[in-house]
């Protein structure tokens, strides 16, 4: 049993799913501290002219460690990404085949009050649309205290985990002597050589949103690309 424990992120790249599609199951981190300027509430995309970031813009209490779950959103921006989206990649191969469903999940949050909300259930989504089997959970469902890592063990083994699969930034602080002795293995995650592909408006950029994948590639082509093939 493979486990990962990732604070969400707005439509994140195709590593995040490459790393899910590894996983029994993925645990939806979001009791953890919101930080300003991480990916939680952003993402890129590739654009012909102007920022390449969209952002859900979000209203924080100001007070110290507001977790991810306690953010709330502070105006409307689902439609502005949306146009966005279709003026970058309405030319692009697969646009057609994947946009109806994605514009109806971008609707459906569009009225939703909390980030974590949103970012959920474009992973859950996505990850559906790749067809991956991974169960995806939220940290919530789960009685634990202490400091980081001890936290991560006790999800990881109310789970059942054998094995723990991080990021590579977790190096900094993940204390894998507590895992030892829980009898969990900590695997570090290895993000694939992605093959380029198709993509619009100039020089080909990996770190994008899944959704810029999806559109030049497809749902077929874009899960075999994170497995691998």
């Given at each position: 049993?493979?486990?990962?424990?990732?604070?969400?992120?707005?439509?994140?790249?195709?590593?995040?799913?490459?790393?899910?599609?590894?996983?029994?199951?993925?645990?939806?981190?979001?009791?953890?501290?919101?930080?300003?300027?991480?990916?939680?509430?952003?993402?890129?995309?590739?654009?012909?002219?102007?920022?390449?970031?969209?952002?859900?813009?979000?209203?924080?209490?100001?007070?110290l460690?507001?977790s991810?779950?306690?953010?709330?959103?502070?105006?409307?921006?689902?439609?502005?990404?949306?146009?966005?989206?279709?003026?970058?990649?309405?030319?692009?191969?697969?646009?057609?085949?994947?946009?109806?469903?994605?514009?109806?999940?971008?609707?459906?949050?569009?009225?939703?009050?909390?980030?974590?909300?949103?970012?959920?259930t474009?992973?859950?989504?996505?990850?559906?649309?790749?067809?991956?089997?991974?169960?995806?959970?939220?940290?919530?469902?789960?009685?634990?205290?202490?400091?980081?890592?001890d936290?991560?063990?006790?999800?990881?083994?109310?789970?059942?985990?054998t094995?723990?699969?991080?990021?590579?930034?977790?190096?900094?602080?993940?204390?894998?002597?507590?895992?030892?002795e829980?009898?969990?293995?900590?695997?570090?995650?290895?993000?694939?050589?992605?093959?380029?592909?198709p993509?619009?408006?100039?020089?080909?950029?990996?770190?994008?949103?899944?959704?810029?994948?999806?559109?030049?590639?497809?749902?077929?082509?874009?899960?075999?690309?994170?497995?691998?093939?």
């Amino acid at each position: 049993m493979r486990v990962a424990i990732i604070q969400s992120v707005y439509v994140p790249w195709k590593g995040f799913f490459d790393m899910l599609n590894r996983c029994d199951v993925y645990v939806i981190y979001d009791s953890s501290e919101y930080s300003k300027g991480h990916w939680h509430n952003r993402n890129r995309i590739k654009r012909a002219a102007g920022s390449p970031w969209i952002t859900i813009p979000v209203k924080t209490s100001g007070r110290l460690g507001q977790s991810i779950d306690d953010v709330e959103v502070s105006g409307a921006w689902a439609e502005k990404h949306w146009t966005l989206l279709t003026e970058s990649y309405h030319n692009t191969r697969f646009f057609a085949a994947e946009s109806k469903e994605l514009k109806s999940t971008f609707e459906a949050v569009s009225s939703e009050r909390y980030l974590s909300v949103i970012n959920a259930t474009f992973l859950r989504f996505i990850a559906a649309r790749l067809g991956l089997k991974t169960r995806i959970v939220v940290d919530r469902e789960f009685t634990f205290g202490g400091e980081r890592t001890d936290r991560l063990v006790q999800i990881c083994s109310a789970l059942g985990a054998t094995r723990y699969l991080s990021g590579p930034a977790a190096k900094t602080y993940l204390n894998e002597d507590l895992f030892t002795e829980a009898k969990i293995s900590v695997e570090w995650m290895s993000y694939g050589r992605y093959a380029t592909y198709p993509q619009p408006h100039g020089e080909f950029e990996h770190g994008v949103s899944v959704i810029d994948t999806l559109f030049c590639c497809g749902h077929e082509a874009t899960a075999a690309m994170i497995a691998g093939k």
